[in-house]
């Protein structure tokens, strides 16, 4: 066992009795910033575990009205265990703050990586789309919905592992994408309609984002948000001539970019899908399981 692990295992024991308080950890430097704080590393005193700080105001989450969703939210995200799911360890509070103790992303953010490569190989991107479709479909099992599965709410700890972070903050963070960036690009026709949806708009998402990961950019890119929302509604799809992308991804996301989400593939079947069989890689998606 590594070290990190055996410290992981020191903190997770802690985790039932322990009322935490900032005293409990060494602060390092900045990760980032968000809308509602920042993002520190941080470092548990007792067991040495590396963990990220995230800080949020109460000042922010009271002006909107957030609070019973952060408690809602973050309850949930403390139940979920999975190798593809940001782990949140815990949190604590005092009169101007709350804090996340939440598992460290060495890598940082999959968007960066993205930005600076272009575009990824087929043997990358299966490999994401199939944690993804593994870390969603736990995510359902618990009737966890509404993932924000944009990349910038994707991680990559230090193995290079994926890890969806921001869990619980899909309507904020989308209503700030909105209204910040104007970006529908992930959102699945249904819900750019504003109509009942269900799990299959995280599958619609998976196809948005494997054509990102191939080509660089979204399918449905355009200048204004009213173009971005008829070409989804449209499922103006179209594969560009260069980068080369081979028949079968293709032919994953055109399975995936449906308009009728019935006939979206299952999480199961992309799983089993012909390009993902051949290029994920499987020990990241199911071998490295609950730690
Ligand atoms: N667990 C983590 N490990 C490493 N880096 C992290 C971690 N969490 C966040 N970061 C970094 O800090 C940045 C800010 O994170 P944060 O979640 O606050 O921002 P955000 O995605 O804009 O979220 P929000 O919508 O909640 O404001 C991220 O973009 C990322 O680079």
Same mark, same amino acid.
């Given at each position: 066992?590594?070290?990190?692990?055996?410290?992981?295992?020191?903190?997770?024991?802690?985790?039932?009795?322990?009322?935490?308080?900032?005293?409990?950890?060494?602060?390092?430097?900045?990760? &980032?910033?968000?809308?509602?704080?920042?993002?520190?590393?941080?470092?548990?005193?007792?067991?040495?575990?590396?963990?990220?700080?995230?800080?949020?105001?109460?000042?922010?989450?009271?002006?909107?009205?957030?609070?019973?969703?952060?408690?809602?939210?973050?309850?949930?995200?403390?139940?979920?265990?999975?190798?593809?799911?940001?782990? $949140?360890?815990?949190?604590?509070?005092?009169?101007?703050?709350?804090? +996340?103790? *939440?598992?460290?992303?060495?890598?940082?953010?999959?968007?960066?990586? +993205?930005?600076?490569? &272009?575009?990824?190989?087929?043997?990358?991107?299966?490999?994401?789309?199939?944690? *993804?479709?593994?870390?969603?479909?736990?995510?359902?099992?618990?009737?966890?919905?509404?993932?924000?599965?944009?990349?910038?709410?994707?991680? $990559?700890?230090?193995?290079?592992?994926?890890?969806?972070?921001?869990?619980?903050?899909?309507?904020?963070?989308?209503?700030?994408?909105?209204?910040?960036?104007?970006?529908?690009?992930?959102?699945?026709?249904?819900?750019?309609?504003?109509?009942?949806?269900?799990?299959?708009?995280?599958?619609?998402?998976?196809?948005?984002?494997?054509?990102?990961?191939?080509?660089?950019?979204?399918?449905?890119?355009?200048?204004?948000?009213?173009?971005?929302?008829?070409?989804?509604?449209?499922?103006?799809?179209?594969?560009?001539?260069?980068?080369?992308?081979?028949?079968?991804?293709?032919?994953?996301?055109?399975? +995936?970019?449906?308009?009728?989400?019935?006939?979206?593939?299952?999480?199961?079947?992309?799983?089993?899908?012909?390009?993902?069989?051949?290029?994920?890689?499987?020990?990241?998606?199911?071998?490295?399981?609950?730690?």
């Amino acid at each position: 066992m590594t070290f990190q692990l055996q410290r992981e295992k020191q903190l997770q024991n802690q985790i039932p009795r322990r009322q935490w308080s900032l005293q409990d950890f060494e602060i390092g430097k900045p990760l &980032g910033k968000g809308k509602f704080g920042r993002v520190y590393l941080a470092r548990e005193v007792k067991s040495k575990y590396i963990v990220a700080l995230k800080v949020i105001f109460k000042e922010q989450i009271e002006k909107y009205r957030l609070h019973h969703q952060l408690r809602r939210e973050m309850e949930i995200q403390t139940g979920l265990r999975h190798p593809n799911v940001l782990r $949140l360890y815990g949190w604590f509070h005092d009169n101007e703050r709350i804090y +996340l103790i *939440l598992e460290y992303a060495h890598g940082g953010e999959l968007y960066r990586e +993205l930005r600076k490569s &272009g575009h990824l190989s087929e043997k990358r991107a299966a490999t994401y789309i199939a944690s *993804l479709a593994q870390a969603l479909a736990y995510c359902h099992e618990k009737d966890v919905i509404h993932r924000d599965i944009k990349p910038e709410n994707l991680l $990559l700890d230090h193995e290079g592992r994926l890890k969806i972070a921001d869990f619980g903050w899909s309507v904020q963070s989308r209503s700030k994408r909105h209204t910040m960036c104007g970006t529908l690009d992930y959102l699945a026709p249904e819900m750019v309609e504003n109509k009942a949806h269900d799990y299959a708009v995280d599958n619609w998402t998976l196809g948005v984002l494997c054509y990102e990961f191939l080509y660089g950019v979204p399918p449905f890119e355009a200048e204004s948000q009213t173009d971005t929302f008829r070409r989804i509604m449209k499922v103006d799809l179209s594969f560009p001539s260069t980068p080369q992308v081979s028949a079968e991804a293709k032919n994953l996301i055109s399975r +995936l970019l449906v308009k009728d989400s019935s006939k979206r593939l299952s999480l199961q079947k992309i799983m089993e899908h012909p390009w993902i069989m051949k290029n994920a890689d499987s020990m990241d998606t199911c071998s490295k399981l609950q730690l």
